[in-house]
């Protein structure tokens, strides 16, 4: 599991940066990837990065301000050009689905995979036996959404030593222990799980913020997380400014992560006026003054998801 940034910019793309896009690669569970978020500019990102559009299974939009929003169109009909073909599932506030019906129908682009618009007001989205998505609405001008991601427990591993004693060689039955099943061998001899197997691994937990003010949501959405991604338009001492524009400053967005007890923090979405690696610097420092573990997102690199140690 690995966070890729296409996009880390507020408002407008820039010279040095695109406007959002955030990836989450599930490589080894699903072999896709899920983006949260589309701006302008998306699949020119993509083009740059090792990501494959037919590989794209879900996508969460978090409000539809155009920073936001305005590439989704051009994506979707490009994932058809490039040889998509699996279904995709788009989940976003109410509007999403008039938005891309008209852009679609306008521009008559030809979508040849199923395409479903998940309109939503936060709760539960989607679960199966890997993940589960959930949703909560956040603060902005617009109704904009938080997004929590959590893996389900793991089983523990095998004792392939232990099972060498049994006389038991890699095959079908390893993966019935593997379940938490009882087996039986061919020379009778039962294997309970419990008796081989480790304790299970805990799943992992991403969560990734809309723009926001600091607000009563982001703390559930944020509890425990693996990962917490989370806006920070403007260093500090311009709160004034970012409480009117209805975003976070880089001390509220380590406060959120301190309360939540969160394990990593990456900051993103970051105002024009910061422009250079020189000017993001205090930004980082400012947070890390709260929260030691935050670093600024930087598009294009890969942000390992890491299982808690002993877990």
Same mark, same amino acid.
């Given at each position: 599991?690995?966070?890729?940034?296409?996009?880390?910019?507020?408002?407008?793309? =820039?010279?040095?940066?695109?406007? =959002?896009?955030?990836?989450?690669?599930?490589?080894?569970?699903?072999?896709?990837?899920?983006? /949260? $978020?589309?701006?302008?500019?998306?699949?020119?990102?993509?083009?740059?990065?090792?990501?494959?559009?037919?590989?794209?299974?879900?996508? /969460?939009?978090?409000? #539809?301000?155009?920073?936001?929003? /305005?590439?989704?169109?051009? *994506?979707?009909?490009?994932?058809?050009?490039?040889?998509?073909?699996?279904?995709?599932?788009?989940?976003?506030?109410?509007?999403?689905?008039?938005?891309?019906?008209?852009?679609?129908? %306008?521009?008559?682009?030809?979508?040849?995979?199923? #395409?479903?618009?998940?309109?939503?007001?936060?709760?539960?989205?989607?679960?199966?036996?890997? /993940?589960?998505?959930?949703?909560?609405?956040?603060?902005?001008?617009?109704?904009?959404?938080?997004?929590?991601?959590? !893996?389900?427990?793991?089983?523990?591993?095998?004792?392939?030593?232990?099972?060498?004693?049994?006389?038991?060689?890699?095959?079908?039955?390893?993966?019935?222990?593997?379940?938490?099943?009882? %087996?039986?061998?061919?020379?009778?001899? =039962?294997?309970?799980?419990?008796? %081989?197997?480790?304790?299970?691994?805990?799943?992992?937990?991403?969560?990734?913020?809309?723009?926001?003010?600091?607000?009563?949501?982001?703390?559930?959405?944020?509890?425990?997380?693996?990962?917490?991604?989370?806006?920070? =338009?403007?260093?500090?001492? *311009?709160?004034?400014?970012?409480? !009117?524009?209805?975003?976070?400053?880089?001390?509220?967005?380590?406060?959120?992560?301190?309360?939540?007890?969160?394990?990593?923090?990456?900051?993103?979405?970051?105002?024009?006026?910061?422009?250079?690696?020189?000017?993001?610097?205090?930004?980082?420092? !400012?947070?890390?003054?709260?929260?030691? $573990?935050?670093?600024?997102? !930087?598009?294009?690199?890969?942000?390992?998801?890491?299982?808690?140690?002993?877990?």
């Amino acid at each position: 599991m690995e966070i890729y940034f296409l996009g880390t910019n507020a408002g407008i793309p =820039t010279v040095q940066r695109n406007v =959002t896009s955030v990836v989450l690669r599930l490589l080894e569970e699903r072999r896709s990837f899920w983006m /949260f $978020d589309c701006g302008e500019g998306t699949q020119h990102q993509i083009l740059r990065s090792p990501l494959r559009l037919g590989k794209l299974e879900k996508l /969460f939009i978090t409000h #539809l301000h155009g920073d936001h929003l /305005f590439g989704l169109p051009g *994506l979707l009909s490009s994932r058809g050009y490039q040889g998509g073909t699996a279904p995709l599932t788009v989940y976003g506030p109410p509007g999403l689905k008039a938005f891309l019906d008209i852009s679609l129908s %306008v521009s008559q682009s030809r979508i040849p995979y199923k #395409l479903e618009v998940a309109e939503h007001d936060g709760g539960l989205l989607f679960e199966d036996e890997h /993940f589960k998505v959930e949703s909560a609405l956040l603060e902005h001008r617009i109704d904009s959404y938080g997004y929590r991601v959590t !893996e389900k427990d793991l089983p523990g591993s095998l004792n392939i030593e232990l099972l060498k004693g049994y006389g038991l060689k890699p095959g079908p039955l390893y993966g019935v222990l593997k379940s938490g099943r009882d %087996v039986t061998t061919e020379q009778g001899i =039962t294997i309970a799980a419990a008796d %081989v197997l480790s304790e299970p691994k805990r799943g992992r937990i991403v969560t990734v913020l809309g723009d926001t003010r600091p607000c009563g949501n982001s703390i559930p959405l944020a509890r425990e997380a693996d990962v917490l991604i989370h806006e920070a =338009t403007f260093a500090h001492e *311009l709160a004034k400014m970012a409480r !009117e524009y209805h975003h976070s400053t880089t001390v509220q967005a380590a406060e959120i992560a301190k309360e939540a007890n969160a394990r990593k923090l990456i900051l993103t979405h970051f105002s024009s006026r910061y422009s250079s690696p020189e000017e993001l610097g205090p930004l980082l420092e !400012e947070a890390r003054a709260i929260f030691p $573990d935050t670093q600024l997102a !930087e598009e294009f690199r890969l942000f390992p998801v890491e299982r808690k140690k002993g877990n």
